[in-house]
């Protein structure tokens, strides 16, 4: 088989795997950019479970979807910005205003979604929005093992701000990473750089930690001293 047929094939597959409804159905609920379980996808797509889980090995086979393993929990999300970007662009073509996708509705109380600890570093959605502010400060870069690294003005702003980057270095775990948040089932910030970052908030009095629980509560001073990262 030549270079060219081969690429025939491999686009004849792909547009296979997303012609098929119950496939489009669930790759549309994706584009929110929110990862869901198998059996969320299921009732999106309307189908049993059995055959949501030949669907979603059909879609991950394709590289159009990854899964993402958190505990006891798999969670499914699009593969990359390129899928998105690819679906996005079939919707143009399809000539139909794009459907609506699922609403993501947690059932995590209210207080632990807002914000919360995990394990040692901040989830919820002000964890949530703490990693996405940092990518988009620039102070954050992904890398292909799916870690993060911290660019040169990251950690000039880190140590800046009280975080002793050289000492996270040298932690015996992994530097920074993405963590699903399981309410937003979006990535935070874990790892190493995550825990020294919760430790500097309560610090600096940016949040305060329930006695009793894994709620956090962001302050005034947060959104005054931090606005690019807390407001």
Same mark, same amino acid.
């Given at each position: ?8 094939? $491999? ?7 997303? =012609? ?21 996808? #299921? %009732? ?6 059995? %055959? #949501? ?6 879609? *991950? ?9 958190? /505990? *006891? ?21 399809? !000539? ?8 993501? $509705? ?18 919820? %959605? =002000? /964890? ?7 990518? =988009?400060? /620039? ?7 799916? +870690? ?5 003005? !990251?950690?000039?702003?880190? @140590?800046?701000? !009280? ?6 270095? &040298? ?11 399981? +309410? ?5 910030? !874990? ?7 919760? $430790?500097? +908030?309560?610090? &600096?009095?940016?949040?305060? $930690?329930?006695?009793?629980? &894994? #709620?956090?509560?962001?302050?005034? *001073?947060?959104? &005054?001293?931090?606005? @690019?990262?807390?407001?």
């Amino acid at each position: 088989m030549d270079d060219s047929t081969a690429s025939d094939f $491999q686009l004849a597959r792909l547009a296979g795997a997303i =012609a098929e409804p119950a496939r489009a159905r669930m790759l549309n609920c994706l584009m929110d950019g929110h990862a869901r379980t198998a059996t969320e996808l #299921a %009732t999106v797509a309307e189908v049993a479970a059995s %055959t #949501a889980s030949a669907h979603l090995a059909r879609l *991950k086979d394709e590289r159009l979807v990854e899964v993402l393993v958190q /505990g *006891k929990h798999r969670y499914f999300r699009l593969a990359s910005d390129d899928v998105a970007a690819a679906l996005e662009s079939l919707m143009v073509v399809a !000539g139909a205003p794009r459907p609506a996708a699922a609403a993501f $509705q947690p059932n995590t109380p209210s207080r632990l979604r807002s914000a919360r600890t995990c394990y040692d570093h901040m989830a919820g %959605t =002000a /964890g949530v929005a703490l990693h996405d502010r940092l990518h =988009a400060q /620039g102070w954050l870069s992904g890398l292909a093992s799916g +870690s993060y690294e911290l660019t040169p003005d !990251g950690a000039i702003a880190l @140590e800046s701000l !009280g975080v002793e980057v050289d000492t996270v270095r &040298r932690s015996r775990r992994r530097f920074a990473c993405a963590c699903l948040d399981w +309410s937003e089932r979006r990535p935070h910030l !874990g790892g190493a750089l995550g825990a020294a970052w919760l $430790q500097l +908030s309560l610090r &600096r009095g940016w949040v305060r $930690q329930e006695l009793d629980g &894994r #709620a956090l509560t962001l302050t005034p *001073k947060a959104q &005054r001293e931090m606005p @690019e990262l807390f407001a």
